[in-house]
């Protein structure tokens, strides 16, 4: 697709103070309707030479809505009379300063098929506008207004950031307000440029775009699913990822062949920037056909530039292939010639490798293939090479910087602190060791924060989390025959590995919880929560037991999720306390009585006395010395078990023995005696 | 714009007078409920609901058995003694009664989890005065995350409807307050965009039979343009991480700055990871 950057007006209603737009007063201010016909003809006959050629118009200026609604009808018109058989392979869209849209543009700009409009917005005083803080003022209003208006029609806008010298010391609060200003986040942050006398007040150097950049990207980056429309981030990422492969003129090293700028008198230019900078003039369309002028000789140069910069300024750079040199009217700008890269590839380099790099663990390396050189035009473009080797993301080695990878625990809390633990001795061997943990219920509670934890989230659809599983397919063969060094082992820490638990929190009492519970000279907790019925144990037997305690002088707490059903006669904590502080409140306790569940696992970080019931899992695998595990003999059809390795039963279905499954085959006074002797111990 | 849902005082005459449009008829007595209730949908009208406000707190309202399946907004200060309304409970979650109770007290964070809890849809209603923001945040948690069954908790639950990443959420319609949804109408028939606008006199139209195509209404199109005027006045909110989701509601006076800001703040990441949640649940 060919771009025309339709310069039909160079009148504007605004005088934006970092206008850089050398070309002005020029004595044809609007395109005459005769010029205006003879560019939908010129248009015709390079569609008609290009059966499978397409060409987007987009209406610039100055301010097109100038131009008044006839002046686009009138444009239509030509196109209809002129474009018949190749109407159908022109599209437009518009840049525009809104201010002037009325209802009266409704109706041609949809017949043009325009739906979006890019448009630019500053809330500093005195910026846009047409002068002074008064006309900023009116002009943001009327700006306001038009917005209403267009998105009452079913027309979306993004916007075009202008970063000047005044902006450059609030970079998050503009982008905050920018990004709340518009409905989609639809925002991208632009240097300001200048041919020549660069103003003081306003103009930035390469190096300060970088830096205003990198502040709000580091922002961006953790929550860029809330902004999903800010560039030049998306774009970027996605291009080093690899899910996009567009990149902007500036960086095509293509421009020669894509973009051509068409100004009121019929001039033609390199691009809009180049109208607007006097530089680069192609002939004039009154004058020559299309194919002549994107075959003018200064083209040619423009078509040799990559090759130049590849061996010369641009020379064993590794973002070359995102880059090309930058934008050829920048280096001209600085340097009088073309053939040397732009100064702002520096917001390229510099960026990635001083905040996007350090920020995201992806590591650009370029393609190797020299597929990735820009194509060179010819007549037959489909023939030449245009796709270009997608740069991969490389996941860190064990002290590298690359990606860090998704991780995902099984449901249920069971493992948490043994993830937790596996991951804290990972990042003590190497503090620059990051996962990202798939976001499960209940694991976020507990684990931000975490030192090992990059981000808890959900991974994008391309990439499979690790499993944090004990068997199946996948499932190492040269594990230890303990859960903690399975897990271990499928997270990369050498084992066998000190089973270590770990939260990512100082406990702390809450005085008011503290005061509240009625606590007695010893206390025993009790915990029947499981995540599946599998695991649980009889209310009715709870009860007993805890009548027992009772009655024996200790004071007996429940304390669980709200999926287990209350133990009367208890003194209930169920669903009162954040899991944080049922982590916490726990080590105040002597004994926990549990099933297989996390609080067997709060009891071992605290060095607790337990007694844990175990059924369906096995107490060797699971469990921990210095507990006192009290194993059900199994009767049912799965005497290995019915949940963990190899079990291929479903959790959260019950057991289909129902009340008499192994859980329920526990004696309350073998239970008790269990409790007195690890008391006791 | 779409057809608006009429805001409206019981009134015979005016509901007479009103055609095409649903209905939210605002009652100043419980005795008007079933009977208004009845009128609108006599006539074949749209009843979206029956609004009204009670300075009783709710242990102090009889419920009455005629309520049954007409949709009420009750609007009350305060739940009152738990006790006085433990035994009547079941009876209002039957009833299809969403309790409105003002966010501002903290026992009402409380009442508003009880009642979800039993089964009783409750909406919080931000006023000038701020909120207990810690325990709005739990609140949120538990309307949002709670796993046990309960009834929606306003208006966090139409934000996890509505949330959809990057857009604006305004939930004024919780409240009949979204001039794209809600008109409000006097007795005499003159219609305001709001119902703040209604008590000031600032009305779009001396009558609803005058009132045409709302989106034509130089008021009304002021009106779009309010949210967005202030980012043109340096406001402290336009700036805030939570403006998506709260467009002001906290605190559109950017007085209870930063309490507001990080509840703000706090509700957008719990939507971010309810919206999570449920994807991964898909």
């Known amino acids: 697709m060919k771009t025309i950057i339709f310069k039909a007006t160079d009148i504007c209603n605004s005088n934006c103070i970092y206008c850089h737009a050398v070309r002005k007063n020029q004595s044809v201010k609007t395109m005459p309707l005769e010029i205006l016909e003879r560019f939908f003809e010129r248009i015709n006959a390079f569609l008609t030479e290009r059966p499978e050629e397409t060409l987007k118009i987009i209406w610039h200026g100055g301010e097109p809505l100038t131009l008044g609604p006839d002046y686009f009808y009138k444009a239509l018109a030509f196109k209809d009379a002129h474009c018949r058989e190749t109407g159908p392979r022109i599209s437009f869209d518009m840049q525009s300063n809104l201010t002037l849209f009325s209802k009266e543009y409704v109706d041609v700009l949809q017949k043009m098929g325009i739906k979006n409009f890019g448009t630019s917005f500053e809330l500093l005083p005195g910026v846009r506008g047409s002068g002074g803080k008064t006309g900023s003022d009116s002009y943001n209003r009327q700006f306001i207004r038009a917005l209403s208006l267009l998105e009452e029609e079913g027309f979306s806008w993004g916007i075009i950031y202008v970063v000047t010298k005044l902006a450059l010391n609030r970079p998050i609060e503009l982008f905050r307000t920018l990004t709340n200003f518009v409905p989609s986040t639809s925002v991208m942050f632009n240097p300001v440029t200048f041919l020549k006398d660069k103003p003081g007040q306003v103009a930035i150097t ?161 393609a190797e293939s020299p597929a990735q050189e820009p194509a060179r035009a010819s007549e037959d473009e489909k023939s030449l090479p245009r796709a270009r080797p997608r740069p991969r993301m490389f996941p860190a080695a064990a002290g590298g910087s690359g990606e860090p990878p998704w991780i995902g625990p099984i449901p249920g809390m069971d493992d948490v602190l043994m993830v937790s633990g596996i991951l804290q001795q990972i990042v003590e061997k190497n503090p620059s060791r990051r996962f990202k943990l798939v976001n499960k219920a209940g694991y976020r509670d507990i684990l931000s924060g975490h030192p090992a934890i990059a981000e808890i989230g959900l991974p994008p659809r391309t990439i499979d989390p690790v499993p944090l599983d004990y068997g199946g397919n996948g499932a190492p063969s040269s594990c230890q025959e303990r859960a903690y060094q399975v897990l271990a082992e499928r997270l990369g820490l050498e084992t066998p590995a000190a089973e270590t638990l770990f939260v990512p929190f100082k406990f702390e009492d809450d005085p008011y919880l503290m005061k509240f519970i009625p606590w007695k000279a010893r206390n025993i907790i009790i915990c029947p929560n499981c995540e599946t019925p599998r695991k649980q144990m009889n209310t009715l037997i709870w009860e007993k037991l805890s009548q027992k305690l009772i009655e024996a002088g200790f004071g007996v707490m429940q304390l669980a999720g709200m999926k287990s059903g209350h133990v009367r006669g208890v003194y209930s904590l169920q669903g009162l306390i954040h899991v944080r502080q049922v982590i916490s409140v726990i080590r105040h306790f002597d004994l926990v009585i549990t099933t297989h569940n996390l609080f067997m696992q709060i009891a071992r970080l605290h060095k607790i006395p337990a007694v844990v019931l175990w059924g369906p899992t096995d107490h060797r695998f699971f469990g921990y010395q210095g507990h006192h595990h009290l194993q059900s003999r199994r009767t049912c059809p799965s005497p290995e078990g019915c949940i963990g390795r190899r079990a291929g039963h479903i959790p959260a279905a019950a057991c289909p023995m129902g009340d008499s499954h192994c859980m329920n085959r526990f004696e309350v006074e073998t239970i008790y005696q269990a409790a007195q002797e690890a008391l006791n111990r | 714009m779409k057809t608006p849902t009429l805001v409206c005082p019981y009134s015979r005459p005016l509901l007479d007078r009103i055609a095409g449009y649903a209905m939210v008829v605002r009652v100043d007595r419980f005795a008007d409920i079933s009977r208004a209730a009845d009128e609108v949908r006599s006539a074949g009208k749209t009843l979206q609901c029956v609004l009204v406000e009670s300075e009783m707190p709710l242990n102090a ?183 998506k989701v709260c467009l002001g509601r906290f605190g559109a006076d950017g007085k209870h700055r930063p309490g507001c800001a990080a509840s703000a703040a706090d509700l957008l990441g719990e939507l971010e990871h309810y919206r999570n949640q449920q994807l991964e649940r898909a």
């Not at chain 1, 033609?268 to 194919?291: F, K, N, T």
């Not at chain 2, 609803?208 to 709302?214: V, Y």
């Open chain 2, 61 to 243: 309202i009889d419920f009455q058995k005629d309520w049954q399946g007409i949709p009420i907004a009750l609007s009350v200060p305060a739940m009152g003694a738990f006790r006085e309304i433990a035994d009547r409970v079941r009876q209002l979650a039957d009833l299809k009664v969403h309790v409105y109770l003002p966010a501002a007290k903290r026992e009402n964070l409380t009442a508003s989890r009880m009642l979800a809890s039993l089964d009783v849809t409750c909406c919080l209603v931000f006023d000038s005065a701020p909120p207990h923001w810690e325990a709005l945040a739990d609140l949120m948690t538990y309307a949002l995350f709670g796993s046990n069954p309960h009834a929606p908790v306003e208006p966090f639950n139409y934000l996890a409807e509505h949330y959809r990443a990057g857009a604006d959420i305004d939930w004024g319609a919780v409240y009949f307050d979204d001039s794209a949804e809600f008109l409000h109408l006097d007795a005499d028939g003159r219609v305001a965009l709001s119902w703040r606008e209604l008590c000031c006199g600032a009305f779009i139209a001396e009558d609803i039979s005058l009132l045409g195509d709302p989106s034509e209404n130089a008021l009304y199109r002021n009106s779009l343009n309010t949210r967005r005027a202030l980012f043109l006045n340096g406001h402290p909110c336009i700036a805030c991480e939570g403006w």
């Open chain 1, 206 to 366: 390469p190096e300060e775009f970088v830096d205003f950049l990198g502040e709000i990207f580091t922002e961006w980056w953790p929550k860029r699913e809330r902004y999903p429309g800010v560039d030049p981030f998306k774009s970027l990422v996605d291009n080093l990822l690899g899910v996009s492969e567009a990149l902007l003129c500036t960086d095509s090293g293509r421009c020669a062949d894509t973009h051509l700028c068409v100004s009121p008198d019929g001039t033609a230019w390199q691009c809009g920037r180049s109208s607007d900078w006097d530089l680069m003039r192609h002939g004039s369309i009154v004058e020559s056909p299309l194919a002549d002028i994107l075959n003018h000789p200064q083209r040619e140069a423009l078509r040799k530039r990559p090759a130049v910069l590849k061996e010369g300024d641009c020379s064993g750079c590794r973002f070359w292939g995102i880059c090309h040199g930058g934008c050829p009217l920048d280096a001209l700008a600085e340097t009088g010639s073309i053939l040397h890269k732009s100064p702002w590839c520096w917001t390229k380099k510099g960026f990635i490798e001083k905040y996007l790099e350090p920020a995201t663990g992806i590591t650009y390396r370029p």
